[in-house]
């Protein structure tokens, strides 16, 4: 499994067993993150979880995204997750600033 973090998605990919799918939907929900799409990753081959965070990811959610990828062992360290949260939080601060210029 890997888990990938988008903009506003927390992407585990490479899930091969229904035992495997239930994991992950069992990790997510207890993160209480709920709004989860499953779905073929790619070829077929494998089965990804799209799990949505509504206004991309609020800070009240980042110790929630930080457990679920730890708990995978799978992706992005909590370093780089903050990182990336930090840049996004400043690209929403600047759209929301120039929005509210025009």
């Known amino acids: 499994m890997r888990a990938k973090f988008l903009r506003g998605v927390l992407r585990i990919d490479l899930i091969h067993t229904a035992d495997e799918i239930a994991d992950v939907v ?3 929900t207890a993160a209480g ?6 779905s073929p990753d790619g070829e077929g081959a494998s089965i990804a979880v799209d ?3 509504p206004g991309g990811w609020p800070q009240e959610v980042l110790p929630a995204l930080m457990a ?3 708990a995978l062992g799978a992706g992005p360290s909590a370093e ?3 990182e ?8 929403f601060q600047a759209a929301k600033a120039k ?4």
């Open 80 to 82: 780089v997750m903050l």
């Open 84 to 91: 990336r949260w930090q840049e996004g939080a400043t690209d």
């Open 51 to 53: 799990v949505t965070v």
């Open 26 to 28: 069992r990790l997510v």
């Open 68 to 70: 679920v990828s730890a």
């Open 99 to 102: 929005f509210n210029q025009s």
């Open 33 to 38: 993150l709920v709004n989860i799409q499953i």
